[in-house]
């Protein structure tokens, strides 16, 4: 057995498939296809939210 879970779950935006390595819930992945940022709402089952926008960036 892994330790890690993978779990695969399909882009909410473009439908890409994601594989989430070792997610928790809060953690903020990015799609591989369109960019867009998904943050990892539940695991089971792997619900997806879009995250918070930081076009913002304050400095650095
Ligand atoms: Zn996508």
């Not at 439908?15 to 799609?31: F, K, P, S, W």
Request: hydrophobic fraction near 40%.
């Amino acid at each position: 057995m892994t330790a890690a879970t993978t779990l695969t779950t399909a882009c909410i935006e473009c439908g890409a498939d994601l594989e989430l390595e070792g997610a928790v819930v809060g953690e903020i992945v990015q799609c591989p296809e369109c960019g867009v940022e998904l943050e990892v709402l539940s695991l089971s089952p792997v619900e997806l939210g879009l995250a918070p926008a930081e076009e913002e960036d304050w400095g650095e």
